[in-house]
């Protein structure tokens, strides 16, 4: 949703009727009106200062490839469906399924309703933020309108289009993705993320600047090594507030146009319930206040207010204290240790069972996080909570690669994953074993996604644990890689070369070489419609443990795409399984 730039209306996207439309309501008169009538979903609604216009993004459709075409049906006959063809690069999405031809276009609509315009056009595929010029004049976007853009699949380059004429101008020109633009409120800068691209597995994501021309670019954020989430300007048009990741908290901050960087809150977040990623929200009023999702360890976000001067937390939600008060959660507790590797330091967190006694033995739950180019921090999270009232130290590495450590200790794992994040989280368990809050026979492991591969890993190298459950993994990077919903994004960003260019390499990282090894009790699950890590990864490490009689079960969760927890009940189901399989080998 998207308020008017007089506050008296509200544009938004609704698909409570037969398709997704843009929809207006008016807080005066507390009535709404549709506005269009769409062949496709509209997405990226923003509102032109002077009022008078919205702008957004919809897929415009393309006929699919022709190859063979059939005789005429005899009368009566009822024939099979026709085949799905596609000669695209990009033919499918984790979560979106098959993905019909067409390009995403960019279009303005009159704010009192009629026909859209269709402001782009050609082949190629625009998008991302919609930023207004402060005429209203021109819009600002992201796209990608180079001749090779189908393989030049990481580019993305700023563009300007008056609305009257049409007329598109390139505002920048090199290899990487810039996107998500915000023309500055005078009108003088535009500002937008990206990154120069390198060709390696992390990069940070830095704020840049330009004049509303396209010149003068700069990179503003350069005296900060961490990626850059969102910036949103101050109304004055001096300076921008961001929010990045820093040691696995989510912060708030101020940079003026000299790249003084100020921090304001570092507790955003509480708004991805399963596990304790990165994620929350903000957004900044004409005069400098600040509302966000605040996020604490023990309870899901509430909307805070803070301002630059005052920095204290204004909480003015409750959202969950009519359960939460009624509930002992699990402390957080922030633990810091060596690598044996290379003596860096590493970060993780502790989660403790309710009443925790500091006299018992725990059993131990290790949770490996996603990506491997993600974190986790100090959040709120359903899963780790849950596993700690069920009587288990949950403890959570961040290894290196981790993100919100900056670029170097992210990029450690370029051709060396997984390599020696095993070793950092194993550090972390030793640790553990060695201030006494658990025993050597009260080790369990887990973790989805790249914290699957992980758990594949850790037992194909030791058997020190007593049961393991390994979630939506990928097992073999020669398959997964040409298999995987975003198969062409792999070569050279994470190994040099293609699986056939490379194959050594490919095989050594993949978890299936280490099967053999694994005595480890072991439950694999899997979604169904899983696309980025399919579920035939999953089936490979099923199948070699049956073949190798190694206790094992396979769960796989129907109509699940990779986020297998991203529907509450599925949410319940991966912890109550996980669960279960651990307590039958307490």
Known sequence: ARWSPSGDRIAFVSNSGEGSEIYVYWNTSNTTSKLTQLENGPSSISWSPDGKHIAFTMKVNAKAPVIASMPAKPKGAKWAKPPRITDRLKHEADGAGYLKPGFNHIFVISSEGGTPRQITTGNFNHGGNISWSSDSKNLVYSGNRNENWEYDFRNSELYSSNINTKEITALTDRNGPDYASK??????????????????????????LMKSNGENKKVLSNKLDRSINTAIWASDSKGMYISFDDKGKTKIAFIDLAGNISDIVENVGGTTLGRPYASGSFSVSNSGKIAYTYSRPDRPADIAMVTKKNKKPIVITAVNDDLINYRTMGEMEEVWYKSSVDGRDIQ???????????????PLLVENHGGPIL?????????????????????????????????????????????EDYNDVMDGVDTLLKRGVTSEDKLYVTGGSAGGIMTAWIIGKNSRF???????????????????????????????????????????????????????????????????????EAKQLYHALKLRKIETVLVEIPEASHGIASRPSNLITKVAHTLAWFEKFK
């Open 466 to 536: 007593e049961a393991a459950v390994v979630a939506k993994p990928v097992m073999n990077w020669i398959s997964k890689t040409l298999v995987a919903d975003n198969y062409y994004g792999y070569a050279n960003s994470r190994y040099p070369g293609q699986p056939w260019e490379n194959f050594e390499n490919y095989w050594k990282f993949s978890p299936i070489s280490l099967v053999g090894n694994v005595e480890t009790p072991t439950m694999v699950m899997v979604g169904m419609n899983d696309l980025r890590t399919p579920p035939s």
């Open 375 to 419: 974190n986790y921090g100090n959040r709120f999270s359903t899963e780790i909570q849950l596993y700690a009232a069920a009587g288990y130290i949950v403890f959570y590495p961040n290894p290196r690669g981790s993100t919100s450590y900056g670029e170097e200790f992210g990029n450690l794992l370029y051709n060396n994953y997984p390599g």
């Open 348 to 362: 993780g967190w502790i989660v403790y069972p309710p009443n925790y006694d500091s006299n018992k033995k725990y």
């Open 183 to 208: 023309v500055s409120p005078d009108g003088k800068h535009i500002a937008y993320l990206g990154y120069e691209d390198k060709v390696q597995t992390y990069q940070l994501t830095q704020l840049q």
